[in-house]
Structures are given as structure tokens and as C-alpha cells.
């Protein structure tokens, strides 16, 4: 295979190569969508490099070769259209999905400037505008896309740092003491225990420490309580530094709790700080007229400064679509607080939205959400969220008769139904553990030996995860629209049931 100016083609190569791909992946949906076929097909990484030819040619390989590769590539990847893939926030994505990121590919565009996208870049300014005013947040809203959650909370905490504190931004990070004249001291971040990570990554990317975030207690369901959070600020401003930046989130990462976006906001104008909302997992539910009718999640969503919203999760968009949403005259507040002068690049053109990040070139992931948007209006996205939320609750109904299973909130907050498991053979064990103090790490160890066990049989693909103060549960995330509880999820308990293991190796 060779590039040559002389094989001129290109369209008709191209159909080709869709027809043979069509084929491929139309028959991998298919077998995703029978759940009895596996998720994966499980090897180790040494096992992989003697199965797949990792090793990279000097000669171009041709269509055959490279199909092969392709064909082998779909064979032990994680089938995820397979509905038993509960480990992970995202679930597989849809038709819709597929289409938009060939879409994307084939105009392979770049949505930093207006001339080199311009529908990109409107339906991005269009469809941040909508998912804002969902969110309340006003005539003067709108927003970005990242390349992530964490990009997008990345993102709100330099907007935060650069509007508070604009010097930072052209002399550097120089708090009291270390310059005993400077208008603000050591600035602090606040965000609960049970937050994501990505806001400690923001805090050392941005160069104000990990020390400096500010862990604030959580009430028994995971949710920021905000008595401590005004204690952990009193205290803070006491010590002459400078709390700058409260995240509240909107659907935690292990338990799916929603902090109280209202109590927070006040709070922080109180404080005179950045008020974020972390919502990459649960704030694509406010699509779902039943969520905001019926639940507190969203009250307050008007008063903070800024949203993380990532519709690859819940709304089942491709990998990656996250969006930074603000009340603040969208992506314009953006450009105005973090650009800088490229004038080779930007020429003050207010639709020119690669300004408004710390990026340069951006994939145009707008047009993902868009079209999910345009094809299932928002009432279809709604209704995804209220049959994951409803699946959930029957599971949960379920676990918590089935002997041996053990909810570790009943009831859990959101989509992810978290539960311990004790085998009989060992329910002895384990009330001894809790007499001799080696519960949490030997329990631990339970979930993970059966969790292990069932991942790479490939039959599920499921994840366990700690809470400070409990041992490793299991954590079974609710999305993707082809879960049936019946076909699937109990299948899961009888598969969990079914492990065998020789627990006298273990312990
Ligand atoms: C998933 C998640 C993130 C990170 O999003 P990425 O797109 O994976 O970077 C941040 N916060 C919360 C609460 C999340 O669940």
C-alpha cells in the first residue's frame, strides 16, 4: 500500500474500505446485543502480544492485512453493546453515536476557529446554550466543550483563579507570607471526601498544591455537609489564607450522591468564591423532566458559576463529549478570562471558540451531543435516564432480599447500586473478622477475588471500589439503555453466587 499523488481514488478507496467496515461492525453490534455472549474476551498482556502483531511494518501492510488486524482488534476488545458491561460510568454508545464521530472524521475539522467550522461551532455555542437553560442558568448562558471531565474542571478552576485573582495570570502565584504585600493569601479549594480526583489533579496542574484542597466530611450518603464546609472555611480564613474555589458534585463517581447545589452557592458568594458543580456523572439527569420535577438534585444549578456536564456518560454519547457550562455569558467569559494574544491564530472573533480554553485545536465534540439531541430530542435523552433510574431501583429491590448480598446505602442515591457479598463458606470468617479487628481489609479481599474472577471469565465486566472507613464493594452502574434486569442483572447475583473459590487459599 503506498500514498501516492498519482492514485487519485480517494472517494472510491475509501467506499471500499466502509463496505468491508460496515459488515465488521454492523455483525460486533450483533453480538454485543446477545448479553449471553461474552464482554470480553480476557487476556493478559503478555497473552495479547503473542496473539496480536503489536510489531510495526516498513512496508505498507494493504487492505488485507490490515482488515485482519481490525478483525482482531474488534475480537478482544470490550464489547461494549454488550449490556453486561456495568463497570464503568459510560455504557456502550448508539447508532446515532456511531454516525456522528464518522461524521466527524470524515470532515476531520477543527473547532478552535469560526472559518474552519463554522456549523461545528454554532451547533457547539447552540447546544451548551440549551443544556444550560436546562440548568436554569439564564439568557446570558452557554459554554465549551473539553476533551473530558477532568479537562472541563480543569478548565472552571483556571477561569476561577484568572477572574478572582487576574495578576496570577501575568506575574505568577505569589500569596501572603511569601509576598507579605499580595492581595490574597494561600488559596484554598474546597470539595468533599467523596469527590472525583480530577480536582486535586487541577489543584497540582495549576501549581497550588494538593495540600491546599480542602476535604470536606460527608453525611452518611455521601453528600458535602455544609455545616462543615462553612467550619473548614471560618477556620481557613483564620489562618490568613484565601478560599477561592468550592466544587460541589453532582452524582459522585463511587456512590452517586448529589451535594446541595443551593446551600453550596450561598455559601460560597458568602465566602466570596467560585462556586463549580462537578456533575460529569449525574448532570446529564437533568435531562429527565421526571428528575427535575421530582428531585432536589438540580435546586441551585442557577447559582453556580460554572457546570461540568459529560453526555459520554449517561447520555450514552461517544468518548469524549464533556462540556463546561456557565450563567456567565458562555464561552465569551471563557475567551475574556483565560485567552491570550495569538493574534496568528484568533482575530477577535467572538464565535471563535478555541480561545475560550487552554487548548489550541479542539475536536469538534459538540456535534456528538447535537446530534443525539436532534434524533432523540430531549425527551428520549430524558427517558434513557428514567429507565436506568427505574432499572436500578427494581435491582436494588433485589439485592436487598437476596441472603448473602448486603447494600452498602440502602436506598443507593442514583445509578449505582454498591453491595457487599459473604459466601457461606466463610459467613463464619467473617463474623470473626469483626471481632478481631481485620474486617475491612479481609473483606476487601472477598470482593475482590470474586469480582476478578468474573472479569475475566469476560461473562461481566463489573468494578469494586473502597469509601474511606468500609472495605471494597461491588459497584454495578446502571446505563445503558438494553439492561434487563431479569436477563442480566440477576444473572449477575447468580454468577457472583457461583464463583468458586477455595477460600482456605485466600485466607
Ligand atoms: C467521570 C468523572 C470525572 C472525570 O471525567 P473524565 O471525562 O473521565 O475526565 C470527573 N468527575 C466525576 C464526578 C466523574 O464521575
Known amino acids: 500500500m503506498v500514498f501516492s499523488e498519482t492514485k487519485t481514488d480517494i472517494a472510491g478507496e475509501l467506499d471500499n474500505l466502509l463496505t468491508r467496515l460496515q459488515k465488521l461492525v454492523v455483525n460486533y453490534v450483533k453480538e454485543g446485543q446477545n448479553s449471553d455472549n461474552k464482554v470480553v474476551r480476557y487476556h493478559s498482556p503478555e497473552d495479547l502480544y503473542k496473539l496480536i502483531d503489536f510489531e510495526l511494518p516498513e512496508e505498507g501492510a494493504g487492505v488485507e492485512d490490515t482488515f485482519d488486524l481490525i478483525k482482531e482488534t474488534l475480537k478482544y476488545s470490550v464489547n461494549g453493546w454488550n449490556p453486561r458491561f456495568l463497570d464503568k460510568l459510560y455504557g456502550g454508545t448508539n447508532p446515532i453515536g456511531v454516525i456522528s464521530e ?51 474542571n480543569l478548565l472552571a478552576m483556571v477561569t476561577a483563579r484568572n477572574k478572582l485573582y487576574p495578576t496570577i495570570k501575568s506575574k505568577g502565584y505569589l ?6 504585600n499580595s492581595e490574597y493569601g494561600v488559596l484554598k479549594i474546597f470539595t468533599s471526601t467523596h469527590s472525583h480526583y480530577s480536582i486535586d489533579q487541577a489543584a497540582q496542574v495549576l501549581g497550588l498544591g494538593l495540600d491546599n484542597v480542602v476535604k470536606v466530611p460527608t453525611d452518611e450518603y455521601g453528600r458535602m455537609r455544609v455545616d462543615e464546609l462553612e467550619r473548614l472555611l471560618e477556620e481557613s480564613l483564620a489562618r490568613d489564607e484565601t478560599p477561592f474555589f468550592i466544587n460541589a458534585t453532582s452524582g459522585t463517581t463511587v456512590m452517586g450522591a448529589f451535594d446541595p447545589l443551593d446551600k453550596i452557592a450561598k455559601i460560597a458568594k458568602k465566602y466570596n468564591c467560585w462556586c463549580h458543580a462537578d456533575g460529569s456523572w449525574g448532570g446529564s439527569a437533568v435531562f429527565s423532566d421526571q428528575v427535575r420535577k421530582t428531585k432536589n438534585w438540580f435546586h441551585g444549578s442557577e447559582l453556580v458559576d460554572s457546570f461540568t456536564m459529560n453526555p459520554h456518560k449517561l447520555l450514552g454519547v461517544p468518548l469524549q463529549c464533556s462540556m463546561l457550562l456557565t450563567p456567565h455569558n458562555g464561552h465569551i467569559m471563557f475567551a475574556q478570562v483565560n485567552s491570550l494574544k495569538a493574534d496568528y491564530l484568533f482575530h477577535g472573533n467572538p464565535v471563535d471558540l478555541g480561545a475560550a480554553t487552554i487548548g489550541c485545536g479542539r475536536r469538534p465534540d459538540a456535534v456528538k451531543v447535537f446530534l443525539a439531541w436532534k434524533y432523540y430530542g430531549k425527551q428520549g435523552l430524558g427517558q434513557r435516564v428514567d429507565r436506568a433510574l427505574s432499572s436500578a431501583s427494581e435491582f436494588m429491590d433485589i439485592v436487598r432480599q437476596r441472603p448473602g448480598f448486603m447494600l452498602v446505602k440502602d436506598p443507593c442515591p442514583f445509578l449505582q447500586v454498591c453491595f457487599w457479598y459473604v459466601p457461606d463458606a466463610i459467613k463464619e470468617k467473617v463474623d470473626s473478622w469483626k471481632l478481631d479487628g481485620t474486617y475491612q481489609v479481609n ?39 438494553t439492561i434487563s434486569v431479569d436477563r442480566d ?19
Request: hydrophobic share 45%; net charge negative; aromatic share 6%.
Open 102 to 152: 464518522l461524521l466527524l472524521a470524515v470532515l476531520n475539522s477543527n473547532s478552535h476557529v469560526y472559518h474552519c467550522s463554522p456549523v461545528l461551532s454554532l451547533m457547539e455555542i447552540e447546544v451548551t446554550k440549551a443544556t444550560a437553560n436546562l440548568l436554569n442558568m439564564g439568557k446570558q448562558s452557554g459554554g465549551v466543550l473539553c476533551p473530558g471531565g477532568s479537562a472541563s
Open 175 to 180: 500569596p501572603r507570607p511569601c509576598d507579605a
Open 443 to 481: 473483606m476487601a479481599k472477598v470482593t475482590r477475588v470474586i469480582q476478578q474472577n468474573i472479569n475475566h471469565s469476560g461473562a461481566f465486566l463489573v468494578d469494586h471500589a473502597p469509601l474511606p472507613g468500609l472495605p471494597d464493594f461491588f459497584r454495578v452502574v446502571i446505563n445503558a439503555p
Open 489 to 507: 442483572l440477576v444473572i449477575l447475583l447468580d454468577t457472583i453466587e457461583s464463583v468458586s473459590v477455595d477460600w482456605n487459599d485466600v485466607f
